[in-house]
């Protein structure tokens, strides 16, 4: 079958200098309730503040003093023996990460991810066996619906994961209080 094209006037003009656009990239802060909120969480007794976004954890860092494990760091962050809360990244502690669940049992999901395979990884750093404090205790942000967007996308490719594999979900055993 003939795939629709589209004629554009404009079209030579952009592909001779597309390769040369590099466009500039800049986080821009505009409210710090989150960053504040999740200090504050993480100053009443130590725990894990897990980031996707490496501007939050910088800009936490600079307000609250809170440590930054971003790549790279895997050595030092299991140096972390759980008196303080720290800020860990999502996408560089994910597979393969062991050991924080003997240190902390406590976690905040700053930026919730839709992925229900990183939701899985993310809870199993700190469920895990062989663990001193059985009960782990999760907070998560849904205030708008972004995050609120994202936590659903994640929970309902979880059960399709369930669904389908068999095997239980971290997140939808904690949802279910097992």
């Known amino acids: 079958p003939r795939l629709p094209s589209l004629r554009l ?15 500039k ?31 939050f954890a910088y800009w936490m860092r600079e307000r609250h003093g809170i440590p930054v494990f971003d790549g790279g760091m895997g050595e030092e962050l299991l140096k972390e023996d759980g008196s303080r809360s720290i800020l860990v990244s999502i996408h560089a502690h994910g597979r393969g990460r062991d050991g924080l669940q003997y240190a902390f049992s406590r976690q905040n999901v700053a930026q919730f991810p839709s992925s229900s395979r990183r939701t899985q990884q993310l809870f199993g750093r700190v469920v895990r066996r062989g663990q001193e ?20 996308q994640s ?10 594999l068999g095997e239980v979900h971290h997140l939808l055993a904690a949802i279910r209080g097992k």
């Not at 006037?9 to 466009?23: E, F, G, L």
């Not at 505009?30 to 996707?52: F, H, M, T």
């Open 25 to 55: 990239q800049a986080a821009v802060r505009l409210d710090p309730y989150l960053v504040d909120d999740a200090a504050r969480w993480a100053q009443e007794s130590p725990g894990i503040v897990w980031y996707a976004m490496r501007e």
């Open 155 to 164: 929970v309902m490719r979880a059960k399709y994961v369930e669904e389908i």
């Open 9 to 23: 006037a404009s079209y030579p003009q952009w592909r001779d200098v597309r390769s040369k656009i590099k466009p």
């Open 133 to 152: 404090c059985p009960d782990v205790h999760t907070s998560i942000y849904r205030h708008l619906k972004p995050l609120r967007d994202a936590y659903d």
